[in-house]
């Protein structure tokens, strides 16, 4: 697959030419499509879209058209996907373990946040799947309802400030052995309780500075 990118004033678009899956990756939700598109897709390509944005069209720009939902990802040469914003409405959320039949790896940086200074307030669990081995920096940063997090056992690393500056945090759950870490993952918060599982490695009885306990 080559790809590259075009950027234009206000929207960033991401182009993989000769590929059926990917072409148009908006970075907010609320963008509708360009009435006079400036880049050109390759045949076959899909370009994907929020529902409720206007001036799409079957085709759009000579291409196929489909809504993606709450998420915008990337796909990587191996067919891998980094989820790199959440985009709905929030509350208990449960991150799919699969975008357009292709397995998600990764959480990307500041996934969580509606902008680079501000956290996403509407967000209070999050339960993210199995095969997902990496969460990136400043992932969940600064979610001030966030309460809860189950981590799956394919987690390898959660980077720096992943968790940092979520007040309301007072439990996250990991069904495997313990990741490696960045700086700065949790808020200091008097009442977080870190879980683990009967057996698996890596942990002790306290963990980044906060109490472990089997469940």
């Known amino acids: 697959i080559v790809s590259s990118s075009t950027t234009v004033p206000v929207r960033t678009y991401e182009v ?3 590929s059926s899956s990917i072409s148009y990756v908006p970075q907010r939700s609320s963008w509708n499509a360009l009435t006079s598109p400036t ?43 980094t989820l790199t914003r959440y985009v709905g409405p929030g509350g208990d959320i449960q991150i799919p373990s699969e975008i357009d039949g292709k397995p998600v790896t990764s959480l990307g ?11 996403n307030d509407t967000v209070t ?11 990136q920096d400043n992932a969940f940063q600064s979610c001030p309802n966030l309460k809860s997090v189950k981590i799956p056992a394919s ?12 007040p309301a945090l007072r439990s996250v759950y990991f069904e495997g052995n313990a990741p490696q870490t960045g700086n700065f993952l949790f808020s200091p918060v008097s009442e977080l309780t870190v879980y683990r599982r009967m057996g ?13 306990q089997v469940y």
């Not at 940086?109 to 956290?119: A, P, R, S, T, Y």
């Not at 999050?126 to 997902?132: A, F, N, S």
Request: aromatic share 16%; charged share 20%; net charge negative.
């Open 155 to 166: 987690m390898r690393l959660i980077m720096h400030c992943a968790f940092d500056n979520c």
């Open 200 to 212: 698996a490695k890596g942990w002790s009885d306290s963990w980044y500075g906060y109490p472990t």
């Open 39 to 81: 880049i050109r897709s390759a045949p076959q390509a899909t370009a994907f879209y929020h529902a409720g944005t206007a001036g799409w069209a079957l085709p759009w720009n000579g291409c196929d058209t489909k809504t993606y939902g709450e998420y915008q990802y990337k796909v990587d040469e191996d067919g891998k996907v």
């Open 125 to 135: 669990s999050v339960t993210i799947p199995e095969g997902v081995i990496e969460i």
């Open 16 to 18: 993989i030419p000769f």
């Open 109 to 119: 940086v500041g996934f969580m946040q509606k902008d680079e200074l501000e956290g």
